[in-house]
């Protein structure tokens, strides 16, 4: 093994660590019913593919209730900004389509 190998493969990853393609922080699973429909699957994918400081906040999921909604913010300053504008997004479209969830808007994943 040659000494710049050597290096590189002893080099810390921490520092470098890309934030897109990764789910971040999960604080609950986020789940689609088959079939479903609206942006929410979209918007979490970007969330994933995001490579800054971004946050996926959405209604709990329950077979009982039709509706989920959901808020994304992506490439925010920090994880915390990340987090306080992806919820206010949630609750912005709960307000909006008034219809029945399981729950209020929560903090699904960040990073």
Excluded at 40 to 48: A, D, F, L, R
Excluded at 71 to 87: F, H, I, R, T, V
Aim: with cysteine.
């Amino acid at each position: 093994m040659s000494v710049l190998a050597l290096l590189v493969a002893s080099a810390p990853t921490g520092a470098a660590e890309q934030l897109a393609g990764s789910k971040g922080d999960s604080r609950f699973p986020v789940y689609f019913a088959p079939g479903t429909v609206g942006g929410c699957g979209k918007h979490y994918k970007g969330y994933v593919a995001a490579g800054g400081h971004s946050a996926y906040a959405m209604t709990p999921f329950n077979w009982a209730t039709e509706f989920t909604i959901c808020g994304a913010y992506l490439n925010a300053p920090s994880q915390k900004a990340a987090e306080a504008l992806a919820l206010k997004s949630c609750q912005s479209a709960r307000s909006k389509y008034k219809v029945t969830t399981a729950g209020a808007c929560a903090i699904a994943a960040s990073k």
